[in-house]
Nanobody, 121 residues
Framework: QVQLVESGGGSVQAGGSLRLSCTAS???????MGWFRQAPGKEREGVAV????????SVVGDVKGRFTISRDDGKSTIYLQMSSLQPEDTAMYYC????????????????WGQGTQVTVS
């Protein structure tokens, strides 16, 4: 099964930016891929999706306009560019993959990375 490895998390002041990366052990073009986050005491929530078909992307929730998802299939890597970060963006950020997108709900995604922590103060 595909292995996913995230990187790029860290601590940043409010208003700052970070770029997360997620590299897959198999060709990424086989998968719809996404970013999720989970804050302490909260459920894991979808943030953004990049689809295999047509290069379409989707960003959901209150990160619209601040976060951008992209993919480089040549590197089997997806990215999450995060700007204008706020303390409420503090969470563990996870990369996920699925062979066929069904929904943004976490339970519909098959493969997960270990996560990378983002802390905004």
């Amino acid at each position: 099964q595909v292995q996913l490895v995230e990187s790029g998390g860290g601590s940043v002041q409010a208003g700052g930016s970070l770029r997360l990366s997620c590299t897959a052990s198999e060709p990424a073009y086989r998968y719809d891929m996404g970013w999720f986050r989970q804050a302490p005491g909260k459920e894991r929530e979808g943030v953004a999706v990049t689809y295999t078909r047509g290069g379409d992307t989707s960003v959901v929730g209150d990160v619209k306009g601040r976060f951008t998802i992209s993919r480089d299939d040549g590197k089997s890597t997806i990215y999450l560019q995060m700007s204008s970060l706020q303390p409420e963006d503090t969470a563990m950020y996870y990369c996920a993959a699925t062979v066929k997108y069904c929904s943004i709900a976490a339970e519909d995604w098959n493969y997960w990375g270990q996560g990378t922590q983002v802390t905004v103060s």
